[in-house]
């Protein structure tokens, strides 16, 4: 019988280091544990909850219902070929360590995305991306159990619908699955993405002369850590907004008025805005509220000093989105899971 813990802190549970209570909570680290949760009656009546590493959410009141702890450990090859490895992650595995073993191993595709925090089972929900690469790229399929029934069911990459920090899981399947494995397809002949941003750059001074997958995973992680604030230090849940995907003709129209607005191609008439370009622009970056901010080298990050609430936070998220909205016709969309 799993240990159901009453009127738990979350704190310890999110990377916002927000302080706010659970009616229950309960860790698993076997899918026969998460069973077994499915099955009880408190779950069957409350609100749910599965929560990984806690880095993608923003409590803004106490989760009068269960939250899972999602614990379950290992990794397996499960397949191979001349070309390709198939491999089984459990969804309780920390992202960055399964970065690292499929390094250690020489499969690649997963080294850009290295030092994202979390866990693997939340990877698929909102389709993880950095430095030029998506969950989508290197995805196969995941195991999930229904939170009603118990059913178990595999989605396959198209069932999963993949968008820009975006999935069948934060629509139509919102709040339903729990994630229980899920399986990539990586390549034993890297493909090498090193044209984003600095990482070319920063592979150079690190002294590597042609790309390694440990090389290009030591460069976004020092590109990564000279801008993003590292939770431990400072509560955040990394970019609050998503970049917004814009009409190419409003961004010419804005395009003479701020003549350096950066912007990417975004599909057929649409351009991609840099969020953190837009924030700062409108004064808001290293901006310190009694109890949150707007991070001082990277303005899409919003940051707890310590004692903040969710809705301190959601407060402040608001105030921006009204000023951007105002200053330039965009509407900001928050990336982070508003709870
Ligand atoms: P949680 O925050 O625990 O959960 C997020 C959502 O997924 C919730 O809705 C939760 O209910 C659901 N969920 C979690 N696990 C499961 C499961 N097993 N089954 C069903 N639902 C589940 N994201 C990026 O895409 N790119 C980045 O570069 C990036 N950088 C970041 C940097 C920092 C410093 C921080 C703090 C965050 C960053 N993020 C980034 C956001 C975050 O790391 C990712 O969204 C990550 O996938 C969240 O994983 P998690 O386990 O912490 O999810
Ligand atoms: N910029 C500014 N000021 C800032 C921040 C950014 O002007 O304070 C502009 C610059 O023009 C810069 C551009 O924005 O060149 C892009 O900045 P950066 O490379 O830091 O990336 P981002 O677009 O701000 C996105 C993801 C990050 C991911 C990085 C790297 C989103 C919402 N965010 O940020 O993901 O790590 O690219 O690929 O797409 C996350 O999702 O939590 C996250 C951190």
Not at 145 to 151: P, R
Request: with cysteine.
């Amino acid at each position: 019988m799993k240990n159901w813990i009453a009127n738990a802190d979350l704190k310890p549970y999110n990377t916002f280091g927000v302080s706010v209570k659970a009616k229950w909570l309960v860790e698993c680290e076997t899918v026969e544990d998460i069973r077994e949760v499915v099955l009880d009656s408190r779950w069957k009546a409350l609100p749910r909850l599965v929560l990984g590493g806690g880095s993608n959410v923003l409590f803004t009141q106490d989760f009068d219902g269960v939250v899972v702890l999602n614990r379950i450990i290992g990794i397996d090859k499960v397949e191979e070929n001349e070309e390709y490895v198939w491999v089984k992650s459990n969804a309780g595995v920390v992202w960055h360590s399964f970065v690292l073993h499929c390094i250690q191993n020489q499969w690649a595709g997963v080294e850009n995305l290295s030092l994202i925090p979390g866990s693997v089972g939340a990877c698929p929900i909102q389709n993880i991306g950095a430095y030029g690469v998506e969950i989508k790229d290197v995805f196969h399929s995941l195991a999930a159990m229904h939170a009603d029934t118990g059913e178990l069911r595999t989605f396959d990459h198209a069932a999963c619908a993949f968008g820009y920090r975006d999935s069948v899981f934060k629509n139509e399947e919102k709040g339903k699955w729990i994630i229980l494995s899920v399986t990539f397809q990586l390549k034993k002949h890297p493909v090498w993405n090193t044209q984003y941003g600095d990482i070319q750059k920063e592979m150079e001074r690190l002294g590597y002369a042609t790309p390694t997958l440990v090389g290009i995973s030591q460069s976004v992680i020092n590109i990564r850590q000279s801008k993003l604030p590292d939770p431990k230090v400072l509560g955040n849940a990394g970019s609050f907004f998503k970049n917004p995907v814009i009409e190419e003709s409003l961004y010419l129209d804005l395009k003479k008025q701020f003549e350096n607005m950066p912007a990417y191609p975004a599909g057929p008439g649409k351009v991609k805005v840099p969020a953190g370009w837009l924030i700062e622009q409108a004064g808001w970056k290293g901006y310190q509220d009694s109890t949150c901010g707007v991070n001082a080298k990277q303005a899409l990050v919003l940051v707890n000093f310590g004692t903040a609430t969710g809705n301190e936070v959601y407060d402040l998220s608001t105030k921006i989105v009204e000023d951007i909205a105002r200053r330039f016709q965009i509407t900001l969309e928050r990336e982070v899971n508003i709870l």
